[in-house]
């Protein structure tokens, strides 16, 4: 099984500050990596799939990138309303694993 | 437009069996597999596997072969998550989330979870 490890954990930034979040594979995901959104009490929701595509809706704020085993998720001049947690999941394999998430508190 | 519903939150004993619902709309129920993933609470996503809904046929992650089962009832576009001897660590809130295909897609349209909470 591919094993993803996600960092930081957790992330305390403010309003207008870029943040970066990362994702290490265990193995090649050929870019079958998506990004999700969730905020508490609510299900996940898809930003980022195929390493770099938004999803339908999301704000060009957000960008994807990456290859191989390492990908990242960058958030330019965060909104109040992106405060929450993310998490990368790999699509190359089952079980289509997830990272164990980055939790992105306001300062 | 495109809709996963699940049914309500449950409080259930160790030892009883629960059967979550996920209702679809907005699209070709039999066009995409239903997956299942696990959020204790306060803990990341956990995939539990995944149901082809054209076929049938159920795949379960290693962690959830034995008291868990999928099912269908194709003619109202519901998937089903069915747990058996239920025990304290399967309090959690449980998602469905559709996927194109078994593979290389991505889970694109969730629901909304449902919560359930094992306690004697």
């Known amino acids: 099984d591919i094993q993803m490890t996600q960092s930081p954990a957790s992330l305390s930034a403010s309003v207008g500050e870029t943040v970066t979040i990362t994702c290490r594979a265990s193995?090649?995901?050929?870019?079958?990596l998506a990004w999700y959104q969730q905020k508490q009490g609510k299900s996940p929701q898809l930003l980022v799939y195929n390493a770099k595509t938004l999803a339908d809706g999301v704000p060009s704020r957000f960008s994807g990138s990456g290859s191989g085993t390492q990908y990242s998720l960058k958030i330019n001049s965060l909104q109040p309303e992106d405060f929450g947690s993310y998490y990368c999941q790999h699509f190359w394999s089952t079980p289509p694993t997830f990272g164990a998430g980055t939790k992105l508190e306001l300062k | 437009q495109i809709q996963l519903v699940q049914s309500g939150p449950e409080l259930k004993k160790p030892g009883e069996t629960v059967k979550i619902s996920c209702k679809a709309s907005?699209?070709?129920?039999?066009?995409?597999?239903m997956n299942w993933v696990k959020q204790a609470p306060g803990k990341g996503l956990k995939w539990m596997g995944w149901?082809?809904?054209?076929?049938?046929?159920?795949t379960y992650a290693d962690d959830f072969k034995g008291r868990f089962a999928f099912s269908l009832e194709t003619s109202a576009s519901t998937a089903y998550l069915q747990i058996n001897n239920l025990k304290n660590e399967d309090t959690a809130t449980y998602f469905c989330a559709r996927r194109e295909g078994d593979g290389y897609y991505p889970f694109d349209y969730w629901g909304q979870g449902t919560t359930l909470t094992v306690s004697s």
């Open positions: 907005g699209y070709t129920f039999t066009n995409y597999g």
């Open positions: 149901i082809n809904t054209y076929t049938g046929e159920p």
């Open positions: 193995g090649n995901i050929h870019n079958y």
